[in-house]
């Protein structure tokens, strides 16, 4: 479906979950968010529904996220029937890789092709501060086995800390030189409970940029079709991996946005920075029709702000990331 600015949305991020193994800086406080009671959260039958509804929207592309996706139970399962709906043409999923080790096998069997994994440190010491006890080890176990599984293609995904992980932009970008990784470097976002840390960490993608050309020479600007994010590629000459640049806030990339995020508890929202929500849960529950379903999507995809700044007019605060679905 089109939207009123003329974007074709057809990306539906889902959370699966609130809860998380991890207690990221940026993300969480660190007695972590206030859960919602289990009956809130949509259950697998309610969500492959909505999946369902949302393709006759026109939805493609689907991102299983969280919360940590892999921590809930019957996810292999759940990811199956996925799959094999009529209209899910990709299927991707984000994850903090910690248990990656114990279940890529099994994900790239039930369906998944392409993985997101967030590491923002490869200094163990450092992940654990940020992560809040999180192992470094697992997740790099978790990257090695996604690609030697054949995914394709693995991306790590760095959220950009000025004064916490500088030290290691170069060495993400020499791993591009070693591995066929994609590794995307993200600003961070001042979003819930994260704002103080993240307005002092923050700095643009093209501060990285600079830092990582001013060692390993000029990047070559590369074309990338997988997906459907908004980074802009490069490559350091030669290497097998890509870099990508993320600046959802020094440069939005509003004109090109072609989603809407599910909440784990089935709230539709139009919009990572506004916080106005439509409820799928209640009408689900209260045996609402396919065609009724789809309408609420319809209304979310026509609420969708221009841009960032008109999201930010609107509304603000609010969630945060784990519980919309980062
Ligand atoms: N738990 C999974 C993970 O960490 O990959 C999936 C959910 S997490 C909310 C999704 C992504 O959002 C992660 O890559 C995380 O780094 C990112 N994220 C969380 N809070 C953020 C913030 N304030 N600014 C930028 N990215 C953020
Ligand atoms: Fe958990 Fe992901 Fe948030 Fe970290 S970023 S606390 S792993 S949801």
Aim: net charge positive; glycine share 8%; with cysteine.
């Amino acid at each position: 479906m089109v939207d009123r600015y003329g974007r074709k949305i057809d990306y539906l991020r889902v959370s699966i979950t609130d809860r998380c193994n991890l207690r990221c800086i940026y993300c969480m406080p660190a007695e972590g968010v206030e859960l919602k009671p289990r009956e809130e959260i949509l259950c697998f039958e309610e969500l492959l529904r909505l999946i369902r509804v949302a393709t006759s929207v026109g939805f493609r592309k689907f991102r299983l996220t969280g919360g940590e996706p892999l921590v809930r139970k019957g996810l292999i399962e759940f990811i199956r029937s996925l799959v094999q709906l009529p209209g899910v043409e990709d299927l991707s999923l984000t994850t903090n890789g910690i248990l990656l080790p114990q279940m890529a096998a099994q994900l790239k069997d039930a369906g998944v092709r392409r993985l997101n994994i967030s590491l923002d440190t490869l200094n163990p010491e450092k992940y654990r501060e940020l992560t809040r006890g999180g192992d470094f080890s697992k997740v790099w176990e978790g990257i090695q086995k996604s690609l030697d599984l054949g995914f394709d293609p693995v991306k790590v995904n760095v959220v950009i800390l000025k004064g916490f992980n500088d030290q290691d932009w170069v060495d993400f970008a020499e791993l591009t030189c070693r591995y066929p990784v994609h590794v995307r470097f993200i600003e961070v976002m001042s979003i819930g409970t994260s704002r103080e840390f993240a307005e002092k960490h923050f700095a643009p993608a093209s501060q990285v940029r600079e830092r990582i050309e001013a060692v390993l020479g000029k990047l070559v600007p590369v074309e990338v079709v997988t997906g459907s994010g908004p980074a802009r590629y490069f490559q350091v000459p030669g290497a097998s991996g890509k870099l990508g640049f993320i600046s959802a806030v020094s440069n939005h990339f509003c004109s090109r946005c072609n989603r809407i995020r599910l909440t784990a508890d089935g709230q539709l929202r139009p919009c990572l920075f506004d916080q106005r929500e439509l409820d799928l849960r209640r009408p689900l529950r209260a045996g609402a029709s396919d065609q009724e379903l789809a309408e609420i999507f319809r209304k979310a995809i026509s609420l969708k702000p221009s841009s960032y700044h008109e999201a930010v007019r609107l509304a603000s605060g609010g969630r945060d990331m784990c519980q919309i679905g980062g």
